[in-house]
Protein backbone atom coordinates (compact mmCIF):
# COMPACT_ATOMS: atom_id res chain seq x y z
CA UNK A 1 0.00 0.00 0.00
CA UNK A 2 1.52 3.02 -1.13
CA UNK A 3 1.32 6.15 1.24
CA UNK A 4 0.54 9.43 -0.98
CA UNK A 5 2.30 12.34 -0.35
CA UNK A 6 0.18 15.05 1.34
CA UNK A 7 1.72 19.37 1.48
CA UNK A 8 1.98 20.54 4.77
CA UNK A 9 2.97 24.55 5.85
CA UNK A 10 6.53 24.87 4.87
CA UNK A 11 9.33 24.35 8.19
CA UNK A 12 11.71 26.99 8.60
CA UNK A 13 14.16 24.54 8.80
CA UNK A 14 15.28 21.46 5.85
CA UNK A 15 15.46 17.86 8.09
CA UNK A 16 19.30 16.84 8.81
CA UNK A 17 18.29 13.42 9.22
CA UNK A 18 17.92 11.79 6.04
CA UNK A 19 15.33 9.05 5.93
CA UNK A 20 14.44 6.55 3.22
CA UNK A 21 12.57 8.46 0.36
CA UNK A 22 9.97 5.13 0.81
CA UNK A 23 8.89 6.12 4.36
CA UNK A 24 5.38 6.29 4.93
CA UNK A 25 5.19 10.02 6.45
CA UNK A 26 4.79 13.31 5.55
CA UNK A 27 6.99 16.05 5.48
CA UNK A 28 9.41 15.60 7.70
CA UNK A 29 9.80 18.77 10.86
CA UNK A 30 13.11 20.43 12.16
CA UNK A 31 15.99 17.35 13.28
CA UNK A 32 19.10 17.70 15.25
CA UNK A 33 22.07 16.41 13.64
CA UNK A 34 22.23 12.70 13.09
CA UNK A 35 23.14 11.80 10.04
CA UNK A 36 21.61 8.33 8.73
CA UNK A 37 21.76 6.90 5.18
CA UNK A 38 18.78 6.08 3.13
CA UNK A 39 17.56 2.90 3.73
CA UNK A 40 14.67 1.44 1.21
CA UNK A 41 11.20 -0.35 3.31
CA UNK A 42 8.52 -2.64 2.46
CA UNK A 43 5.48 -1.58 1.69
CA UNK A 44 3.26 -1.83 4.42
CA UNK A 45 0.25 -4.28 4.52
CA UNK A 46 -3.16 -3.86 5.72
CA UNK A 47 -5.30 -6.79 6.14
CA UNK A 48 -8.43 -6.80 5.49
CA UNK A 49 -12.17 -8.80 6.06
CA UNK A 50 -12.79 -8.41 1.88
CA UNK A 51 -11.00 -9.62 -0.74
CA UNK A 52 -11.33 -6.95 -3.42
CA UNK A 53 -10.50 -6.77 -7.23
CA UNK A 54 -6.69 -5.10 -7.93
CA UNK A 55 -8.44 -2.14 -8.91
CA UNK A 56 -10.92 -1.62 -6.36
CA UNK A 57 -8.69 -2.51 -3.31
CA UNK A 58 -6.32 0.30 -5.23
CA UNK A 59 -8.99 2.52 -5.23
CA UNK A 60 -10.40 1.68 -1.66
CA UNK A 61 -6.65 1.93 0.02
CA UNK A 62 -5.93 5.27 -2.34
CA UNK A 63 -9.12 6.57 -0.38
CA UNK A 64 -7.62 5.75 3.52
CA UNK A 65 -5.01 7.08 2.82
CA UNK A 66 -6.23 10.24 2.03
CA UNK A 67 -8.16 10.23 5.29
CA UNK A 68 -5.50 9.05 7.72
CA UNK A 69 -3.26 11.90 5.74
CA UNK A 70 -6.01 14.33 6.33
CA UNK A 71 -6.06 14.00 10.51
CA UNK A 72 -2.81 15.68 9.84
CA UNK A 73 -3.43 18.11 7.55
CA UNK A 74 -6.55 19.89 9.14
CA UNK A 75 -4.74 19.77 12.49
CA UNK A 76 -6.35 17.29 14.26
CA UNK A 77 -3.75 15.40 14.77
CA UNK A 78 -0.14 17.44 15.76
CA UNK A 79 2.73 16.39 13.16
CA UNK A 80 5.89 15.75 15.27
CA UNK A 81 9.83 14.56 15.19
CA UNK A 82 10.90 11.74 17.40
CA UNK A 83 13.39 14.55 18.55
CA UNK A 84 9.97 15.78 20.49
CA UNK A 85 8.96 12.30 22.20
CA UNK A 86 11.05 13.12 25.65
CA UNK A 87 9.95 16.91 26.45
CA UNK A 88 6.56 15.96 25.72
CA UNK A 89 6.52 13.04 28.02
CA UNK A 90 7.89 15.24 30.62
CA UNK A 91 5.38 17.30 30.13
CA UNK A 92 2.77 14.85 30.96
CA UNK A 93 2.35 13.46 27.14
CA UNK A 94 1.87 9.48 27.44
CA UNK A 95 3.30 7.36 24.49
CA UNK A 96 0.96 4.75 23.27
CA UNK A 97 3.19 2.06 21.04
CA UNK A 98 1.06 0.24 18.62
CA UNK A 99 4.11 -1.30 17.56
CA UNK A 100 3.38 -5.49 17.38
CA UNK A 101 5.23 -7.73 20.69
CA UNK A 102 8.22 -9.16 18.48
CA UNK A 103 9.34 -5.43 17.60
CA UNK A 104 8.38 -4.10 21.25
CA UNK A 105 10.66 -6.70 23.07
CA UNK A 106 13.74 -6.27 20.89
CA UNK A 107 13.39 -1.88 21.81
CA UNK A 108 10.61 -1.35 24.78
CA UNK A 109 10.02 2.88 25.26
CA UNK A 110 10.46 3.45 28.58
CA UNK A 111 6.69 4.76 30.69
CA UNK A 112 4.79 4.03 27.44
CA UNK A 113 1.40 2.23 26.47
CA UNK A 114 1.81 -1.05 24.64
CA UNK A 115 -1.11 -1.99 22.81
CA UNK A 116 -0.58 -3.54 19.57
CA UNK A 117 -2.43 -2.48 16.39
CA UNK A 118 -1.29 -5.74 14.57
CA UNK A 119 -0.15 -8.84 15.88
CA UNK A 120 1.23 -12.13 14.67
CA UNK A 121 -1.86 -14.73 13.04
CA UNK A 122 -2.32 -17.33 15.78
CA UNK A 123 -3.66 -19.33 13.12
CA UNK A 124 -2.23 -22.73 12.44
CA UNK A 125 -4.45 -23.45 8.84
CA UNK A 126 -3.21 -24.00 5.59
CA UNK A 127 -4.57 -20.69 4.23
CA UNK A 128 -2.05 -18.90 7.37
CA UNK A 129 1.35 -20.69 6.79
CA UNK A 130 0.74 -20.17 2.60
CA UNK A 131 0.40 -16.36 3.72
CA UNK A 132 3.26 -16.79 6.26
CA UNK A 133 5.45 -18.16 3.64
CA UNK A 134 4.50 -15.39 0.81
CA UNK A 135 5.36 -13.11 3.48
CA UNK A 136 8.63 -14.68 4.18
CA UNK A 137 9.87 -15.02 0.43
CA UNK A 138 8.50 -11.51 -0.06
CA UNK A 139 11.21 -9.98 2.01
CA UNK A 140 10.63 -11.60 5.49
CA UNK A 141 14.14 -13.41 4.91
CA UNK A 142 15.88 -10.91 4.82
CA UNK A 143 14.47 -7.85 7.19
CA UNK A 144 12.32 -10.33 9.50
CA UNK A 145 8.29 -10.05 10.17
CA UNK A 146 5.61 -11.78 9.59
CA UNK A 147 2.35 -12.26 8.50
CA UNK A 148 0.02 -9.84 11.01
CA UNK A 149 -3.79 -9.39 11.30
CA UNK A 150 -5.43 -6.90 12.84
CA UNK A 151 -5.95 -6.98 17.09
CA UNK A 152 -9.69 -7.27 17.53
CA UNK A 153 -9.30 -5.87 21.37
CA UNK A 154 -7.30 -3.05 20.18
CA UNK A 155 -10.01 -0.29 21.17
CA UNK A 156 -10.79 -2.07 24.17
CA UNK A 157 -7.39 -2.26 25.04
CA UNK A 158 -6.84 1.39 24.95
CA UNK A 159 -9.88 2.65 26.37
CA UNK A 160 -8.93 0.41 29.56
CA UNK A 161 -5.26 1.91 29.72
CA UNK A 162 -5.61 5.51 28.61
CA UNK A 163 -8.10 8.08 30.41
CA UNK A 164 -10.46 9.52 27.63
CA UNK A 165 -8.62 12.94 28.37
CA UNK A 166 -5.09 11.89 27.96
CA UNK A 167 -2.83 13.32 25.30
CA UNK A 168 -1.38 10.31 23.82
CA UNK A 169 1.98 10.33 21.31
CA UNK A 170 1.24 7.51 19.14
CA UNK A 171 3.88 5.87 17.44
CA UNK A 172 5.17 2.62 15.49
CA UNK A 173 8.17 1.83 13.50
CA UNK A 174 7.63 3.04 10.22
CA UNK A 175 5.20 5.68 10.90
CA UNK A 176 1.65 4.08 8.99
CA UNK A 177 0.44 1.80 11.32
CA UNK A 178 0.44 4.93 14.02
CA UNK A 179 -1.08 7.00 11.82
CA UNK A 180 -4.13 4.54 11.35
CA UNK A 181 -4.28 4.26 14.96
CA UNK A 182 -4.79 8.13 15.25
CA UNK A 183 -7.76 7.49 13.05
CA UNK A 184 -9.11 4.49 15.33
CA UNK A 185 -8.66 7.31 18.82
CA UNK A 186 -10.22 9.93 17.37
CA UNK A 187 -13.48 7.77 16.66
CA UNK A 188 -13.15 6.62 20.69
CA UNK A 189 -13.21 10.58 21.33
CA UNK A 190 -9.45 11.16 22.17
CA UNK A 191 -8.53 14.79 21.06
CA UNK A 192 -5.22 15.23 21.77
CA UNK A 193 -3.39 12.98 19.80
CA UNK A 194 0.31 13.18 18.32
CA UNK A 195 2.13 11.15 15.90
CA UNK A 196 5.51 11.23 15.18
CA UNK A 197 5.88 11.41 11.32
CA UNK A 198 7.93 8.65 9.59
CA UNK A 199 8.08 6.65 12.68
CA UNK A 200 10.79 5.32 14.69
CA UNK A 201 13.16 4.95 12.76
CA UNK A 202 13.66 8.17 12.30
CA UNK A 203 14.51 8.89 15.97
CA UNK A 204 18.18 9.22 16.70
CA UNK A 205 19.83 7.00 19.84
CA UNK A 206 19.32 9.89 22.45
CA UNK A 207 15.66 11.06 21.34
CA UNK A 208 13.80 8.20 22.91
CA UNK A 209 14.65 6.61 25.93
CA UNK A 210 14.19 2.28 25.89
CA UNK A 211 13.97 -0.02 28.99
CA UNK A 212 16.87 -2.12 28.01
CA UNK A 213 18.80 0.87 26.84
CA UNK A 214 19.15 -0.10 22.94
CA UNK A 215 18.56 2.19 19.85
CA UNK A 216 14.94 2.24 19.57
CA UNK A 217 15.85 1.34 15.64
CA UNK A 218 16.48 -1.82 16.77
CA UNK A 219 12.73 -2.83 17.18
CA UNK A 220 12.95 -2.50 13.70
CA UNK A 221 15.36 -5.13 12.24
CA UNK A 222 15.54 -8.68 11.94
CA UNK A 223 16.24 -11.58 9.65
CA UNK A 224 19.23 -12.23 8.30
CA UNK A 225 20.23 -8.62 7.74
CA UNK A 226 20.12 -8.31 11.39
CA UNK A 227 22.21 -11.94 11.64
CA UNK A 228 24.86 -10.68 9.25
CA UNK A 229 25.03 -6.63 11.55
CA UNK A 230 24.11 -5.43 7.95
CA UNK A 231 21.72 -3.29 9.23
CA UNK A 232 21.71 1.00 9.11
CA UNK A 233 21.67 0.70 13.13
CA UNK A 234 24.11 -1.78 13.68
CA UNK A 235 26.85 -0.26 11.23
CA UNK A 236 26.01 2.66 12.77
CA UNK A 237 27.40 1.71 16.26
CA UNK A 238 30.26 -0.49 14.68
CA UNK A 239 33.19 1.14 16.29
CA UNK A 240 35.43 0.75 13.24
CA UNK A 241 32.89 1.91 10.49
CA UNK A 242 33.97 -1.11 8.37
CA UNK A 243 31.86 -2.58 5.52
CA UNK A 244 29.31 -5.49 5.74
CA UNK A 245 29.92 -5.50 9.60
CA UNK A 246 33.42 -6.46 8.77
CA UNK A 247 35.64 -9.45 9.21
CA UNK A 248 32.90 -11.45 11.43
CA UNK A 249 29.82 -9.84 9.50
CA UNK A 250 31.31 -11.54 6.08
CA UNK A 251 32.46 -15.20 7.86
CA UNK A 252 28.37 -14.78 9.03
CA UNK A 253 27.55 -14.13 5.59
CA UNK A 254 29.44 -17.26 4.22
CA UNK A 255 28.27 -19.33 6.50
CA UNK A 256 24.70 -19.14 6.26
CA UNK A 257 25.89 -19.54 2.35
CA UNK A 258 27.44 -23.10 3.06
CA UNK A 259 24.61 -23.94 5.91
CA UNK A 260 21.95 -23.68 2.74
CA UNK A 261 24.62 -25.55 0.97
CA UNK A 262 24.78 -28.26 2.91
CA UNK A 263 21.13 -28.22 3.52
CA UNK A 264 20.05 -28.94 -0.37
CA UNK A 265 23.11 -31.10 -0.73
CA UNK A 266 21.59 -33.39 2.22
CA UNK A 267 18.04 -32.77 0.12
CA UNK A 268 19.67 -34.13 -2.82
CA UNK A 269 21.25 -36.99 -1.06
CA UNK A 270 17.79 -38.10 0.98
CA UNK A 271 15.88 -37.86 -1.92
CA UNK A 272 18.59 -40.13 -4.00
CA UNK A 273 18.65 -42.93 -1.65
CA UNK A 274 14.84 -43.09 -1.28
CA UNK A 275 14.49 -43.12 -4.82
CA UNK A 276 17.45 -45.97 -5.19
CA UNK A 277 15.40 -47.89 -2.21
CA UNK A 278 12.62 -48.28 -3.93
CA UNK A 279 13.65 -49.77 -6.90
Avoid at 128 to 135: G, L, M, Q, S, V
Avoid at 150 to 172: M, Q
Avoid at 175 to 194: F, K, P, Q
Avoid at 227 to 245: F, H, K, Y
Wanted: proline share 5%; net charge neutral.
Amino acid sequence: MQLHQVALQPLNAAPTCLRAASRPSLPARTRPACRHSSVASLKQKVVGRRVLPPSCAAVDGQKQMQAWNSQVTEGRVRNIAANEVKAMQADGWTVLDVRPPYETSKAPISNAIHVPLFIEDPDNSLATYIKKATDFGMGGWWLGGTHNIPNANFSAEVKAKLPSDARVIVVCQKGLRSLAACETLARLGYNHVAWVNGGLDTACKADIDTENGVDIRYGGIGGLSEVLGWTEVQREENPDGQVAGGLLGIIKFFAVILGIDLLVFAYEQITYLTSQGGQ
